[in-house]
């Protein structure tokens, strides 16, 4: 390819968000059939107290292994990075199989922290889906590759009842099925990253770096500890709000979306009632993620910011005052609490790429998605001591408070903003 050339320059690009968006599919299923039974398998293997367990060690999983994934990155470019963060998915995946199989809860707890690779490579890819957009569109193309998610997240946990068929049919435990099922996809999603990632986008971008006058040989894509990270966002005041609005945003979509099913079950609805609730959240969570990505483009990134805020606040508004027999308001509540998720996780994402030179990107990506992983854990885990001690309506309550303080945030960097970036 001429860097040279705009037109081909936007061709690949077009190719390569058509790629991740395929690969993403792939992943989507394969992280939503884990998702799916995890706890369940958790529980049989252990106890229920280790239900929770599952999908905390998947999501602390996939922000350390972003680490090793977005410094391969910076040596080598977004592709290898990809395949590497399903290939360690891959053997989590097999480790899970393997714990399920001989009925040993801690290998299988291994397996579902490795198999968060899946998870690192879903949430890479959409940075990847930047390295060659137009300012322009680098919203919709980012939002382009987080949608292609949904398709996954609701293949994923239909397939599980029939993988479970499978298990047993060559002899495994039923609910390792979906971790069958899971193994296939992420290396269906390798081979479509192996063979037609190419060229790889983040190592063009850094070409077109490379040919620009002021750049000085020898500085693209170097290695970042995370300390070097924090330090170069705190020295942008749009870097740190991108950064506010992904942590914050995905802190309280994890913490009021994992109470939900227990607010629901104490009032004994029903497993298909809780169901329908959580896939209107996950609905919310991507279905519009097209139109946000076209909004963060046509409106600018603060103002999307600002409107996913506002939506978040009217869904602790909403989910807060329902009583578990209210499942229609909270359904509501909760398709709410997606669609605001969506702005602020577009919004700050593309501000966040956007604010940081080429070559430190992966590795403050890798360092905002570590922080957010670790962060959204963290929110699971203490959001059942909230309701514990508490109660649901408090969690929402609290949740609201940390959305007050990004608006404030926002307020504060707006006022440094001069000229818009």
Not at 282 to 287: D, L, W
Not at 335 to 351: A, D
Request: aromatic residues 4%; proline residues 4%.
């Amino acid at each position: 390819m001429d860097p040279a050339s705009d037109q081909a320059r936007i061709d690949v690009q077009k190719r390569i968000v058509r790629v991740l968006a395929l690969a993403q599919i792939c992943g989507g299923i394969g992280v939503a059939a884990g998702a799916a039974v995890g706890s369940l398998l958790a529980a049989d293997l252990g106890s229920d107290a280790f239900a929770g367990v599952s999908a905390a060690s998947s999501v602390i999983g996939a922000a350390v292994i972003a680490i090793p994934v977005t410094r391969l990155m910076s040596d080598v470019g977004r592709r290898p990075g990809l395949i590497l963060a399903y290939a360690i998915g891959i053997m989590g995946a097999l480790l899970v199989v393997s714990g399920a199989a001989i009925g040993f809860f801690p290998v299988a707890l291994i397996g579902m922290l490795l198999a968060g690779g899946g998870t690192t490579a879903t949430l890479q890819s959409r940075y990847a889906a930047t390295d060659l957009a137009q300012g322009s569109r680098r919203g919709r193309d980012l939002a382009t590759v987080v949608w292609a998610t949904t398709i996954g997240s609701v293949l994923g946990p239909n397939l599980a009842d029939t993988m479970g068929d499978v298990a047993e049919w060559i002899a495994l435990p039923r609910l390792s099925g979906p971790y069958l099922l899971t193994i296939a996809v992420y290396l269906l999603a390798m081979v479509l990253i192996f063979t037609l990632l190419r060229p790889d986008p983040l190592l063009v971008a850094g070409e077109d770096e490379e040919a620009h006058p002021d750049y000085i040989p020898g500085t693209r894509l170097p290695r970042m500890s995370m300390k070097t990270a924090f330090a170069l966002i705190r020295t942008s005041s749009a870097a740190s709000l991108g950064l506010a609005s992904m942590v914050i945003g995905h802190v309280v979509m994890v913490a009021v979306m994992s109470m939900t099913p227990v607010h629901l079950q104490h009032s004994d609805q029903t497993l298909k009632i809780i169901g329908l609730v959580i896939s209107g959240h996950i609905t919310g969570m991507y279905i519009a993620s097209p139109l946000v990505g076209n909004a963060v483009d046509r409106i600018g990134r603060r103002p999307v910011i600002l409107a996913g805020a506002g939506i978040l606040l009217t869904s602790f508004v909403i989910a807060g005052t329902a009583s578990g027999h209210q499942s229609g308001q909270l359904m509501t509540g909760l398709f709410l609490l997606g669609l605001g998720w969506s702005c602020t996780m577009i919004s700050g994402s593309t501000l966040l790429t956007e604010s940081v030179p080429l070559k430190n990107r992966p590795g403050v990506q890798g360092t905002a998605d570590l922080t957010m992983g670790i962060a959204g854990a963290s929110a699971g885990l203490l959001s059942g001591v909230v309701v514990g001690f508490g109660s649901y309506a408090l969690l929402n309550t609290i949740a609201a408070a940390l959305i007050v303080l990004l608006i404030l945030s926002l307020a504060r960097e707006r006022v440094h903003v001069v000229v818009p970036v």
